[in-house]
């Protein structure tokens, strides 16, 4: 198994994490194929699929043999969390705090990152052993709230996810955040029901391109 550490660090190398929600079976390993190909390496399928694990173990085996990782994503509690892990997982998100979820991700060596918004939940979850603070929902706060909760609590890494697009990832990374999250701004949905991978591929690698201007 790939060292925790290590995984944490891919995550934060990455820039941003590819949130694949809402994606039929048959067409989630072509999609993540395709946006990994656009230059994204971190992968979110997402716990609230019907056969998430299944899923999360298909595109596991898709991208073995890349520098892609796969992780899940909403993972609301400690059993979401421990059948992603057994499906292959290598990250753990969720949009709110469970510390069980936490405990668990400690114990297996995976990387959580739960949802915060306020500085009690983010305090909470570092305490608990949280490797990254998901910002759930960004869109509401905005890139400020990043140094309102850094402010008191030091240097925490913050990833926000939710209604992060190229147009404003600059803004997320300027205000100091490790990561970020996207789906929609990054899976183009429409080229997904035209199987239009090669739209998929350009749509992710526009992503990219706006973080790694937003890097440099």
Known sequence: ?????DIQQRIVDSGVTAVLRGIDEEDIVPVAEAVHEGGVTALEVTADAKRCSEMIAAVDRATEDTDAIVGAGTVMDAAAARNVIEAGAEFVLAPNLNEDVIDVCNREGVVCIPGV???????EAMEAGADI??????STVG???IGALQGPLGDV???PTGGVST????????????AVGAGSALVDYDAIERADWDAVRGSAAAFVEAVEDARS
């Open 143 to 145: 890139p400020g709230h």
């Open 167 to 178: 147009e404003n990832v600059a803004d997320y990374f300027d205000a100091g955040a490790v």
């Open 1 to 5: 198994m790939t060292n925790k550490r």
């Open 117 to 123: 918004m306020t500085p009690t939940e983010a305090a």
């Open 133 to 138: 603070l998901k910002m759930f929902p960004a």
């Open 157 to 159: 890494p913050i990833m």
